[in-house]
C-alpha cells in the first residue's frame, strides 16, 4: 500500500460543494480514508473509503 492515491470527489465542508481532488490514501482503525486539499479554498478534504 506504499504510496497509493485515490483521485474523484470529496465533499468540502467550507465551501459546501463536491470538488474533485487527488489525495493519498491512508488506513486509520481497519478503515481506509483519503486525505486531500481542497483546489478552490485549500481546506484539508478527508473521504472515507470503507473497510481494508
Not at 493519498?24 to 486525505?35: P, S
Request: hydrophobic letters at 25%.
Amino acid at each position: 500500500m506504499a504510496d497509493e492515491t485515490y483521485s474523484g470527489e470529496f465533499y468540502c465542508v467550507k465551501c459546501k460543494e463536491k470538488r474533485q481532488a487527488t489525495g493519498n490514501v491512508v488506513e486509520t482503525n481497519g478503515r481506509r480514508m483519503a486525505k486531500g486539499k481542497c483546489p478552490v479554498c485549500g481546506t484539508n478534504l478527508n473521504r472515507i473509503l470503507g473497510k481494508a
